[in-house]
């Protein structure tokens, strides 16, 4: 059995927000239509997760939706399924939202990042480090002194058996958290909210002990913002030129 039928089949990309900070950029263009390296952050990540065994991706649209709609349009597979917002559910509401669209466990991405694998894909191995008796959300971890595009204080660390714990508030910590995720749809349980971030349920699942991570050990790139897609492009040229 191959690494990529051992992975989750559905999967979604979370592409409804207002991309503020990616501003005057996103004034007419919505953020995971930008163009890096002559394709869509939300191609890229689509056949990221195509390439992993994921045969539906639920897209989650709100601004500038009809724009995302038609891209998606254009594409013949995997199979590709909108959720529309009317108002914004933040990242846990529109997981939630779109929960009858998606199996029991499922890759959810970010729509302002992208990342180059190592030597194994990093949906592969998180699909290697996910559980689904034991786990209900497993992260893909970055250390953000080599993450480009991204200054913050960090979100998680590591003990030595690779448990992850969320920084408090006055902490600096090694890892942020990368934006690509396996969850469980139980996670969701007993929450009545309808707006929500999934850093609320990442929590109970830390406190419960059934949450994962694991550090990437390819290149992370955080296109939140004007800045961080130009270090995105000119990150990418020279790597193009050490070929």
Excluded at 17 to 26: A, E, H, I
Excluded at 36 to 63: F, M, S
């Amino acid at each position: 059995m191959s690494a990529a039928s051992r992975g989750p089949k559905s999967a979604m990309v979370l592409a409804a927000g207002l991309g503020t900070r990616m501003r005057p950029v996103t004034d007419h263009l919505p953020k995971p239509l930008i163009e890096v390296e002559g394709q869509t952050l939300l191609d890229h990540a689509i056949d990221r997760l195509a390439a992993a065994g994921a045969e539906r991706v639920v897209v989650n649209l709100h601004y500038k939706g009809d724009m995302i709609a038609e891209r998606l349009a254009h594409r013949s597979a995997p199979r590709i399924e909108v959720s529309r917002e009317e108002t914004l559910l933040e990242t846990g509401g529109g997981v939630k939202h779109a929960l009858p669209l998606l199996g029991d466990s499922f890759f959810v991405v970010n729509g302002d990042i992208l990342w180059l694998d190592g030597l194994v894909p990093a949906l592969t191995r998180l699909a290697g480090a996910f559980n689904a008796r034991k786990i209900d959300a497993a992260l893909l971890l970055q250390r953000t002194v080599t993450a480009i595009g991204y200054e913050g204080r960090g979100d998680y660390f590591l003990d030595p058996a690779g448990t992850p714990r969320r920084r408090e508030e006055r902490e600096i910590a090694p890892y942020i958290f990368g934006g690509v995720q396996i969850l469980h749809r139980r996670l969701f349980d007993g929450v009545a909210d309808s707006v929500f971030s999934l850093k609320r349920l990442y929590d109970r699942a830390e406190d419960a002990g059934r949450l994962a991570a694991i550090v990437h050990d390819g290149e992370w790139f955080h296109v939140g913002t004007p800045e961080g897609l130009e270090q995105t492009r000119a990150r990418l040229a020279e790597l193009r030129t050490e070929r």
